[in-house]
């Protein structure tokens, strides 16, 4: 399951920067994973880590397009990834059949990494949010 509290920080819909909380407190870091920041950045939005990195090892939070792959099926899906309200767990929200689907199952993740790629988004897609009535 998550090991680690990392998020990223969003003015709207821009990437400021990301945040991940250490036994000395929060570090704030630039949009280049390396570049340190000084202060706290301007930001109105955070969305967490999910726990997992896609086939090319990049962080996957929350509100991110991905396409994914369903056991040996050829053919990769849309989803989104949101977290479910009630159970308080992340999932992936299919585009087309809109089933959601949890990452975890009594800490083992349903879905492999080399089967999941970011392509982008959720806030960089008003058009899917208004759809999927998220905000």
Same mark, same amino acid.
């Given at each position: 399951?998550?090991?680690? /509290?990392?998020?990223?920080?969003?003015?709207?819909?821009? &990437?400021i920067?990301y945040?991940?909380?250490? *036994?000395? !407190?929060? $570090?704030?870091?630039?949009?280049?994973?390396?570049?340190?920041?000084?202060?706290?950045?301007?930001?109105?939005?955070?969305?967490?880590?999910?726990?997992?990195?896609?086939?090319?090892?990049?962080?996957?939070?929350?509100?991110?397009?991905?396409?994914?792959?369903? /056991?040996?099926?050829?053919?990769?899906?849309?989803?989104? &990834?949101?977290?479910?309200?009630?159970?308080? *767990?992340? !999932?992936? $929200?299919?585009?087309?059949?809109?089933?959601?689907?949890?990452?975890f199952?009594?800490?083992?993740?349903?879905?492999?990494?080399?089967?999941?790629?970011?392509?982008?988004h959720?806030?960089?897609?008003?058009?899917?949010?208004?759809?999927?009535?998220?905000?």
């Amino acid at each position: 399951m998550i090991t680690e /509290n990392k998020y990223r920080l969003r003015l709207n819909a821009r &990437i400021i920067g990301y945040a991940e909380e250490t *036994q000395d !407190g929060l $570090l704030f870091k630039g949009r280049e994973p390396l570049w340190w920041m000084r202060g706290k950045p301007n930001y109105n939005q955070i969305d967490k880590f999910v726990g997992i990195q896609d086939k090319f090892h990049r962080d996957i939070y929350e509100k991110d397009l991905v396409n994914y792959r369903i /056991n040996a099926q050829d053919q990769m899906r849309k989803g989104v &990834i949101l977290t479910n309200e009630a159970t308080d *767990q992340f !999932g992936i $929200l299919d585009l087309e059949s809109q089933h959601f689907t949890d990452l975890f199952v009594s800490g083992i993740c349903l879905f492999q990494s080399e089967k999941m790629e970011i392509y982008s988004h959720l806030f960089n897609h008003p058009e899917l949010e208004a759809l999927l009535d998220i905000d």
